[in-house]
């Protein structure tokens, strides 16, 4: 913080963090009249790869462990997971989706044979979890099945029986090994993807290349009509569209979506991101700036679409976002285990408002990872299990989950951060959800100052709003095996009075509120 002080006042900036209007009062207009697309329920969706203690111990312990669970998925975590009415999981990888061979993880777990993970750690992977044992987890969660396929180092024949292993039916023998293997009634494999950043550790490809190869695997893709997934191309990243306009133009008539992967560095740089707990509120704000840059990125991949596209039957799939901190010290560098802490809340729920305003295109995201990865929803240690920031803010967020988004116009914003560098104060999205109810979402990014919004729904101010609010007193307040309960959503209503309703939004704050008369 020391060094950030000195250089500020080098620069001559006084009150760096300090909002631009003091006493604000921001305006939030939300339009019931001008209803929009539907917010797919998969941007709520969730990724669990082969990766440290992701899927084993985070989800799986198998049925002999003394951890209580399911055919060998553990209660504790399974029930949170529910209770968060998780849509879609994305499995197996990432980068581990690109060596993984779908054969190992067929048949009796003790002959399974044991490979290296060599992507994450090193160390070995028994296979314990396999096919049969991922779509047992998404039908506990009564969530859609996201299977990664191998492109890197499998082959087309490779990636075309596990597809027929899983939908087929009847005389097929690979139906036939199924059934044999406990699951006579073929999966639902709702999306297939062919590979995982095909730019990097899915094999270092230009776009055209990539193009190229998905052509030729999906050709021999096949599935009885019903069952056939939907496919996913594995697209870019960052700034560059180059991969989603190669793809767009060229392996259109196939694609269900193609993919986009960003992941938010408080620093911006890999060799030292930033810490995911005591970090400067320099690092604060550089996290909100640089998670805000997913606005620019869909924006402008969206543009391409519209351009290759113009009926819109290519999605934009956010398949892997989120924060990415140093990990933590003492742990598997491999294992990407980070804590997670207010901050993370607000990332999660600045990325949801810009989905919510892309919902058109913008049909399904994997938050980066489930369990003990990355920005992750569940923290376990052993027996342990703890919710994370993350996990309230996707909680709070459940009834935008297929709700009808609604225009919101912004008046008189606050902006928090330094001078020519400052990004909004107040974040704000609508939707009118399946119950019939209006439910506006507010986040203030800025750490230091409550905000006065008054708040107007089609042409009215609200009667009265209710729901709940996420804060803390510190930017990177958690919770712990010793308090677990540290940071958690609490109840918030407000009621207009003199014909205006005024929610006082607190410093550093995701709220979600449902509107009532
Ligand atoms: O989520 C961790 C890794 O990040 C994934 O395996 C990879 O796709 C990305 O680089």
Redesign the pocket.
């Known amino acids: 913080m020391q060094a950030f002080k000195s250089t500020l006042v080098a620069l001559g900036v006084m009150a760096a963090f300090a909002s631009s209007q003091a006493l604000a009062q921001v305006s939030v207009r939300v339009d019931t009249a001008k209803p929009g697309a539907v917010i797919n329920k998969n941007v709520y969706g969730q ?1 669990a ?1 082969h ?1 440290g203690t992701g899927i084993y111990e985070g989800l799986w312990v198998g049925p002999d462990s003394r951890i209580p669970n399911t055919r060998g998925w553990r209660n504790d975590v399974v029930g949170a997971l529910k209770a968060l009415h998780v849509p879609l999981v994305r499995w197996p ?5 690109d060596e993984y061979h779908w054969k190992d993880g067929i048949g009796p777990r003790n002959k399974r044979p044991v490979s290296v993970n060599t ?2 750690g090193g160390v070995p992977e028994t296979n314990a979890v396999g096919t049969h044992e991922f779509f047992d987890l998404a039908e506990m969660l009564g969530a859609d099945a996201y299977v990664n396929g191998n492109l890197g180092t499998g082959t087309p024949q490779e990636m075309a029986e596990w597809v027929e292993y899983m939908t087929s039916t009847g005389q097929s023998t690979l139906a036939q090994l199924r059934a044999r293997n406990g699951h006579p009634q073929p999966f639902k494999v709702a999306y297939f993807a062919i590979g ?2 095909a730019w ?3 094999g270092n490809m230009k776009p055209e290349y990539y193009t190229s190869l998905y052509n030729h695997y999906t050709t021999f893709l096949k599935a009885p009509k019903e069952r056939m997934p939907k496919l996913i191309a594995s697209g870019g990243t960052g700034d560059d569209t180059a991969w989603t306009d190669v793809l767009s133009r060229d392996a259109g008539r196939v694609t269900d979506g193609i993919s986009f ?1 960003y ?1 938010t560095l408080p620093t911006g740089e890999w060799d030292k991101k930033g810490a995911a707990v005591g970090f400067p509120e320099s690092e604060w704000f550089s996290t909100v700036q640089r998670t805000l840059r997913m606005e620019d990125f869909i924006r402008k991949n969206v543009a391409v679409l519209d351009k290759n596209d113009p009926k819109k039957k290519i999605g934009f799939y956010v398949d ?1 976002w ?1 924060t ?1 901190y140093d990990v933590e010290q003492g742990t598997n560098p491999g294992f ?1 285990f980070q804590r997670n802490t207010l901050r993370d809340a607000v990332v999660a729920a600045l990325n949801f408002n810009i989905f919510h305003a892309h919902a058109e295109r913008v049909r399904m995201t994997n938050i ?2 489930m369990v003990n ?2 920005q992750a929803m569940i923290i376990t240690d052993k027996n342990r299990m703890l919710l994370t920031p993350t996990y309230y803010a996707y909680q709070m967020y459940i009834p935008f989950q297929d709700a009808t988004s609604l225009p919101v116009t912004l008046a008189n914003n606050t902006t928090y951060g330094a001078n020519g560098q400052g990004v909004p104060g107040i974040s704000a999205s609508a939707a009118r959800a399946k119950d019939g109810k209006v439910y506006v979402a507010l986040v203030n990014t800025n750490p230091r100052e409550a905000t006065d919004v008054t708040l107007d729904v089609a042409g009215q101010a609200a009667g009265t709003v209710r729901g709940q609010v996420l804060t803390a007193d510190a930017m990177d307040a958690h919770n712990t095996f010793q308090n677990p309960q540290a940071i958690k959503p609490a109840p918030f209503s407000a009621s207009a009075s003199g014909g205006k309703l005024t929610v006082k939004v607190p410093a550093k704050a995701v709220m979600v509120l449902a509107v009532e008369g």
């Open positions: 990724f790869e990766l990888g990432g980068c581990f989706a992507n994450w995982n950043e990097g550790c899915g992967h992941y892997e989120g990415w990407l980066a990872q990865v990355l």
